[in-house]
């Protein structure tokens, strides 16, 4: 097969990130500092629940599994929303300011329960904000761009995400090994996040966004072309073998890592899915997607042999890098194939329905992952996510043999 040169119109050669509007790295910013609020948080959370509350593995997949369903449906539903009211930035605007004002729960959670609510309400903060931000992200992104812009905000994202575990790590030898004075800090970042959506981030002009005159129903399913689901498909399968980061957080606990510096094991990951991003959406916009796609499938697939193994921190570290490069080389990408693949009259609801789709398999990976756990060991749940991964790999390569790669659209 033969690869394209290009997606659409050619790529703005020479110009790179200067091509690249305003809004859309502010729409970085302000994923950046929401991320630098949550993986504060998350970085510490596994431990919190398991060490001070008294939780098991389980109890910490099925929470994960639950919260991360409950982003992907209200992103599913915040995506029709998006393309029936043409106004994007309002509901991203609304799912921050949920996410934000649940982030002081966390410090006066005295129960599983308490966190689980908190974690519940501020996931549906980050569903109702994903699919308009992601399809304004496209709005936005100048002819052959697409790639580069979706790679842009993720690293940036990506980058907040390598910040808070960081910064947890600080104030926590700061501050004695303090949870709940940390998870105080880490809500300072959340407002201002809220504040820079608010000032910075302006809608598309209205030729870009026409709103529709229904939103998307279930007979409009078959407006998607078989390229669309295909990507579902292929996302489906690296989602199983791709359980929560919490698994992570706990694998280095039980190789002995101290509860101050578990939070390096996000660092690293999204050190290394910070620089990664980029470039592989930039390369994308040259060659056919789905090859670096399949790479990542092989980060992840060698990250969980590398995680299964690992008897000190040599083999943790190597697991978790590839794990960042998997994410790296896959989540914008995964992005832009939609936005490639789908209608844009109804890109917003075709990221809610990816968003949807992904979330029930996380909600499967993470409580399986917790109950393999409990029962076999943290080795049999990485290799597991291993022999997944490599399936992925071959239903993508078979892809890529008898499809032509997704084209942009609008």
Request: with cysteine; charged share 15%.
């Amino acid at each position: 097969m033969t690869l394209p040169t290009g997606h659409g119109d050619s790529p703005r050669q020479g110009k790179g990130l200067s091509a690249i509007p305003r809004g859309i790295w502010a729409l970085g910013f302000v994923s950046m500092f929401m991320d630098i609020s949550s993986e504060m948080t998350l970085g510490l959370l596994p431990l919190f629940l398991v060490q001070v509350l008294g939780a098991s593995a389980t109890a910490v997949g099925v929470l994960e599994g639950v919260a991360e369903s409950v982003v992907h449906l209200f992103r599913f539903l915040s995506g029709i929303l998006s393309d029936w009211l043409g106004k994007r930035k309002t509901l991203a605007l609304i799912g921050y300011g949920i996410a934000a004002f649940t982030k002081p729960l966390f410090p006066i959670a005295g129960s599983f329960s308490v966190v689980f609510v908190a974690r519940f309400v501020d996931r549906i903060g980050k569903g109702i904000r994903g699919a308009p931000r992601d399809a304004l992200v496209a709005d936005l992104a100048p002819p052959g761009m697409r790639g580069a812009s979706y790679g842009l905000r993720q690293s940036l994202d990506t980058a907040g995400a390598f910040l808070g575990p960081l910064g947890a790590i600080v104030f926590m030898l700061v501050l004695g090994g303090d949870f709940r004075s940390v998870f105080w800090i880490a809500a300072l970042p959340a407002f201002v996040s809220v504040a820079l959506l608010a000032f910075f981030v302006k809608e598309p002009p209205g030729s870009r966004v026409m709103p529709q005159r229904k939103p998307l129903q279930w007979k409009d399913l078959s407006d998607f072309p078989a390229a669309f689901w295909y990507v579902i498909a292929i996302t489906a399968v690296f989602t199983l073998a791709r359980f929560s980061e919490a698994f992570l957080v706990l694998r280095a606990s039980s190789l002995g890592l101290r509860a101050d510096f578990v939070p390096a094991v996000l660092v690293l990951m999204n050190l290394s899915y910070a620089v990664s991003s980029y470039p592989a959406g930039r390369v994308s916009d040259t060659v056919d997607r789905r090859w670096i796609l399949l790479l990542g499938g092989g980060a992840l697939a060698a990250a969980g042999l590398f995680l299964a193994a690992a008897e000190g921190m040599a083999g943790l570290a190597a697991g978790i890098c590839l794990w960042g490069l998997h994410m790296g080389f896959s989540q914008g990408l995964l992005a832009a194939l939609v936005a490639d693949a789908a209608p844009v009259e109804k890109r917003g609801g075709a990221f809610g329905l990816f968003s949807l789709l992904s979330g029930l398999m996380m909600l499967v990976a993470s409580t399986a992952a917790g109950a393999l756990w409990d029962r076999f060991g943290p080795a049999v749940v990485f290799y597991t996510g291993a022999g997944i991964a490599a399936l992925g790999m071959a239903g993508l390569f078979f892809d890529m043999r008898i499809r032509p790669a997704p084209r942009e659209t609008g």
